[in-house]
């Protein structure tokens, strides 16, 4: 920890010549803020957090480990801008982090006021906000140590599924891939800080002006539909904006709603010009990062994948065969012996049929959940892009189909 | 101050408020929805958009603060169509139909769509599903309507900081709620409607304002004001009572009643019964609180204060000296008039001394308000009863005839001149007096008014072993006050509402009175009484004294030379108040018939304003006395506000009370009155808020796609 007495010159100073940058998504030169708010003199709290818009949370992993040194850096920038309030905001269900935090607090005998949920920039007009991770590097520059790293995990998108390598701590000037082995990924798109990137810049260097936002870096597998995860993005914003703006709110809506329509065969052309337009205008129409930055990367995806929302709206077809509602589901009646295990597991009871019988889906009902396909024994429920070849419309035993 | 440009116009504009700010008010409109006048501001509809010194960027103007030589747009290509986007978003999830909105005709959103020429279709819509709340009282919510511009946050958060209201969000939908979604009432409301008030859209509704479309809104808003005849500030004089300033207070109350104390006994209180804060649980106890407030003056403010307006020379006559005349005479006197006034009676104080009784109304109370008048110059003349008002003419520059009713009625009725039988004012007159009453051990008194249940309640002081009253009307449209009802059956006094008055029995002296039930009794177009009685309802009552409380008339004849109206009334125009003779003028009951006090007090200002008029004055009567009160936005939260319980006044049980004249109510504690006075929901502040700025009012417009 730095000596609690330092004079607020020599601090400073110090911080000066780190030269930090902000972490996050904010990226400007902490220096420059700093002096801007000491000049000003205005604020009287100093807010620490992760950005608003940050809903991957790796970055809370600096108060996992590093509470006290986050507060420490608080205290020095509120030493600086002579602040007597320090509030620390953490996302809603952490509990376990708000007692490290607590503890972290009273052994620094600091009062820390802690809050829940985004922060409230309305609230807070004035105060000084600040990432978690740039006050551990404050601290770690009053300690004579160097705040020349970023912390860095990869998400790794294949069509559904996802996979979270470890945390890692990235030196400035190396590239993602010098720390990360991404060559056997077929890497489709790179998201870093809420822009698409192609994967070249997995090699290109990191510095401590790249925006790497929650430090989450996403490589989108080849296998991705970018329509599916655009609209999983939107889903995601709509459901963390906190609704004040009226572009993050309805903006968030819109995208969900259009990308929505679209997944599910239903899009209209229009749709891309109107959504472009909305995230572009969100861009500089909100308050905080969440209506800033959430839609960048629809946007970007928007702009790069065009050619993926013209399949789904006008070809009716996901070329990556990811979105249900574009592929055609059914009993094959060659194959099903009528033992009527499709039938209990079918959570919404679109399966008609019963014992003996060849089984049939109802297929405007079905929400292609497969839960069918992982009970049957004979393999006979087929999913597909093609079309459905000819099946019985009323109830047949089992064999007694004939194809006409 | 600096100068800025907007739209190629140069503007001063203070540095401390935003260019939209700035712009507003130099007639120059830009369009809004979250930015109020008076709220922080939010920065979310991005309606106010503008760019800057040329620049391709926009910012709302809003959160753009001026600087020397700022160069702003409000329109462009760009602007507009970013304008249209927010205003397409803001309507995503807003009904089409603003027809079937209470707020239609009346919606500021509605207002910024007719300037934007109107909305899009290009969004898609929908329908946000929430239940209409209208289980608070007061307000009203329909979050369907909202369109989240926070106005009502703010107004609650941080200009009243009561911290009741806040974004909630559920379901995906975000919406205005109370912080544990709760009633308004169980999270600490204060229902002073800021919320309602700011509400840009039919979200948030004041339901009397609704219910109340065609009167004005501050008599919506306002009711206790505007219910009480003279217009007393209601509010501002219980801020001073909670405040511990019962100078101030009494100040407020002077400024438009020179009786306050004995109003503070005896008034009707017509403000509580119009009161919003009955809506939560009782209303205010108003007159309570002008009676403590009135007691507990040293006269600060008011008693040398107000205004004294030089000698006229005018000379003005005024008869009666109850509180119309002596009300007349004080502010006439202030005008600067010489005001004589002529009391038939040995004391002035007209029916507050003689008609009411005093252990209502204790006599000391009437002599200091009385003292009060004449210190301030008007003369007063006692005993001297004017036969002939014409004569007075000659004497005086103006005559206000304010001889209210002093006549009882006595019914057309058999038996009605039996011995035994009485009369209302007489009896009441005499009981003033000490006089003897000529009243019995049993008496029955006729009538449902609160002059029958000061002969009823008299009469039990009086010694009485068994007092009945029976009236006409059902007891829910008696027009006594309930306490006085309530008070009276305590004393053991019984009441008979709905019964006829058959007839008075005995022969010389009175035995009794027949009565019969009443099915239904109402007016037809001619205002005559239609009566239908219950077959075979008859019922008697053994008494030796009736006492008829059924009426009041002005003691009056033509002889006195002026035309007299409806039941012995003075003739009277009430817009002028002019009666048949010029320069004689009319006040009080003697024109309209017996009402209260206060209306006595309303009728007596008017009169002084138009007497003041006539002899050549500009008839504002209007005064101030009580001390300038600091601007107040903020009233903070107070837990269970809504159910903080009205404070009762001390009463003597009916034991101590029912063998004596003294006075048996000692209105409010002094440890109650702060309480009492902290139960207010001081409608009145809202009137303070900031009106919309709507675009039509705006000279500049230009817009009109």
Known sequence: MFTENMDTEKMLSLIE?????EYGVFKESFTAKLNEYKNSGKAKTIIAAIDNVDTDEMLLEVLYKNSKEVICGMKAVANI???????IYLPEGKDDLVKIVENAAKELNTEILIKTGIVDVREYREAFITHVETMTAVNDVLEGKKADKALIQIKEVFGDDTKLSEIKELEYGKAISDIFDTSKVSIKAVEIGYKLYDKSILQ??????????TGVITLYDKSCCMVHISKDLSLKMREHSCGKCTFCREGFIQLDMRHGEIVSK???LDSIGIMKDIGKAMNFSCECSVGTYGANDIVDILDKFENEYISHIKKKDCPEGVCKAFTNIYIDPDKCIGCTKCIKACPIDCIEGKEGYIHMIEDMDCTKCEECIKVCPQNAVVITKKRTPSIPNRLTRVGRFKQY | MVEITIDGKKINVSEDQCVLEGALTNGIYIPHLCHHKDLPENGSCRMCIVSVDGSNEVTPSCKLMPKEGMVINTKSEKIDKLRFLALDLLLAGHPEDCSTCPKYGNCELQTLIQYMGGASNR??????????NKENPLIEHDMNRCVLCGRCVRACKNLREVNVLDYKKEDMETYIGTLHDKLLKDEGCRFCGACAEVCPTGTIRDKLMIANPDKKKEDVVLPCKAACPVHTDIPKYIRFAKAGDFDGATAVIREKIPFPTSLGYICTHVCELSCKRKELNDSMSIRNIKRYVSEHSTGKYWKEGGKQLPDTGKKVCIVGAGPAGMTAALYLRKQGHDVTVKEALSNAGGMLRYGIPKYRLPREVIDEEVKFITDKGVKLETGSKVEKPIELKNDYDAVLMAIGTHKGVRLPLEGNDLKGVLINTDFLRNVSEGKETNMGERVVVLGGGNVAFDCARSAVRLGAKKVSLACLEAREVMT???EEIKEAQE????????KTFEKITGEGNVTGVDFMNVLSFEFDENRRAIITKEPNSEMHIDCDTVIFATGQRSDISPEAGLKIGRANSIDTDFETLKTSEDGIFAAGDTIYGTKSVIEAVASGRKAASLIDIYLGGDGDITEKLAPEEPEITSIGHIDGFGDLERKEPKIKSANERKDNFDKFDFGLCDSDVCGE????????LRLNISSPRLWDEYSTKEVEV
């Open chain 2, 480 to 482: 006594a006050d309930d």
């Open chain 2, 491 to 498: 004393e053991g006094i019984e009441v008979f509402p709905a």
């Open chain 2, 123 to 132: 969004m898609r819509r929908r329908s946000k599903g929430f239940k209409e």
């Open chain 1, 81 to 87: 801008l002579s602040i007597s309030e320090m509030v």
């Open chain 1, 204 to 213: 290109q260097p990191v510095t401590k002006e790249t925006v790497l936002g």
């Open chain 1, 17 to 21: 010549s780190a030269d930090i940058y």
């Open chain 2, 677 to 684: 006075s902290t139960r207010c929901l001081q409608c009145d």
């Open chain 1, 266 to 268: 239903k899009g209209e």
